[in-house]
């Protein structure tokens, strides 16, 4: 009375052992249920009639296959935990780290308005902030003198208007800074960088404090 593991697909699987009745309500046969079913069908079978030897050693291999299989899937699993552990990790070590966007790119809106901030890493004593097109030439420039006396991430926004007086077109702009500190030395900076100050997780996923944003970790391209 050989049985083919891979024929039983019943709802309910109901064996019966020593007349003692099993439920298996989720409809899922492990490991073990296999090897009752081949105990059970070696205890039951007809000894004039005995189970075929190549059938007893291709249910025992598949046995083996399914154990080798879930011992794998819980490896995966496994691994899995380790990878998401190290990457919160990793996320949390780069608090305190400069993380780049790899862009200093603003965008200027249809209501012709762009909000941004910079990181001055250091007391601006005075300087300029430059807004420049797509082509690389400067079409706005801001002298920092407001700004003196201050440092870290400060916030900007721009109307639209060129040196020249005119509004320019919504689109892509892009933020740079030249400005002097207070102990006299040159120093650059531009939209995109910016201190990691904290992390906080979502749905499992990272997101890194810059400025006052939140950003996904994937969009950070390098960190220093």
Partial sequence: MATDFEAISSATYTPTYGGDTVENPDSILGKDDFMQLLLTELQYQDPTDPMDSDKILTQTSELATLESADNTNKAIEDLVDQMKASQDFSSISAIGKMASLGTNAITLDENHLSNFEVYFPSEISSGTLNILDSNGNTVRTVPLDSQAGKEG????????????????????????ADYTDVNGEAKQTQVGVYPVESVRFDNGQALMKLGSSYVPQENIVEYY
């Avoid at 721009?158 to 933020?175: F, K, N, T």
């Fill in 153 to 176: 991430v400060l916030a900007f926004q721009w109307d639209g208007i060129s040196d020249s007086g005119e509004q320019l077109d919504p689109g892509r702009y892009y933020v740079t």
